[in-house]
T-cell receptor
Framework: SQQGEEDPQALSIQEGENATMNCSYK?????LQWYRQNSGRGLVHLIL?????REKHSGRLRVTLDTSKKSSSLLITASRAADTASYFC????????????FGGGTRVLVKP | KAGVTQTPRYLIKTRGQQVTLSCSPI?????VSWYQQTPGQGLQFLFE???????NKGNFPGRFSGRQFSNSRSEMNVSTLELGDSALYLC??????????????FGPGTRLLVL
């Protein structure tokens, strides 16, 4: 079963616009990670945010984490056509080693 | 450093056959995890190996098995293939630290089609 639910399932924006997607999860976590996947290929790691962190930045990416609401958001600023991909959140929790539980993903289309 | 590599990249099998997929982790990484991705079920954890031992296991039938070698390379095996086993199988590696706060690096995947 999937721990996370992502919203929206799909997003279509113009190049230069910002894209925001949300992830909700059900249980306490150690950390939450965001990944990108292009056309059914491997996953590319974007950001890891720990449960005691509230916000992290990496280039044009900004991730927030609200553990009281069990939710996270990923913001891509000034989007580019190359950002077209599916984005997944994944949670790691407890003593489950490196087991990641993934959300269903958000498909983002950036139109040039 | 070279990334995670998976072989083969594509595979076609028929129902009832078995298949073995291979994963070579990033040099120095001791943890290898396997995931199955399908349109219907999304990304699901299969199992994790660390130091040649299975450390975690997902909710898959016993037809799915794996192992890890002393050089951290891992294989997964699916026996008695079913049509529903058609999927992208992804391998991920990480250092294997005990604090569970580490990035996992994914390979390109093996796409398995069962006819």
């Amino acid at each position: 079963s999937q721990q996370g639910e992502e919203d929206p399932q799909a997003l279509s924006i113009q190049e230069g616009e910002n894209a925001t997607m949300n992830c909700s999860y059900k249980t306490s976590i150690n950390n939450l990670q965001w990944y990108r996947q292009n056309s059914g290929r491997g996953l590319v790691h974007l950001i890891l945010i720990r449960s005691n962190e509230r916000e992290k930045h990496s280039g044009r990416l900004r991730v927030t984490l609200d553990t009281s609401k069990k939710s996270s958001s990923l913001l891509i600023t000034a989007s580019r056509a190359a950002d077209t991909a599916s984005y997944f959140c994944a949670t790691a929790r407890g003593a489950a080693g490196n087991k990641l539980t993934f959300g269903g993903g958000t498909r983002v289309l950036v139109k040039p | 450093k070279a990334g995670v590599t998976q072989t083969p990249r594509y595979l076609i099998k028929t129902r009832g056959q078995q298949v073995t997929l291979s994963c070579s982790p990033i040099s120095g990484h001791r943890s290898v995890s396997w995931y199955q991705q399908t349109p219907g079920q999304g990304l699901q954890f299969l199992f994790e190996y660390f130091s040649e031992t299975q450390r975690n296991k997902g909710n898959f039938p016993g037809r799915f098995s794996g192992r890890q070698f002393s050089n951290s390379r891992s294989e997964m095996n699916v026996s008695t293939l079913e049509l529903g086993d058609s999927a992208l199988y992804l391998c991920a590696s990480s250092l294997g630290q005990q604090n569970y706060q580490e990035t996992q690096y994914f390979g390109p995947g093996t796409r398995l089609l069962v006819l």
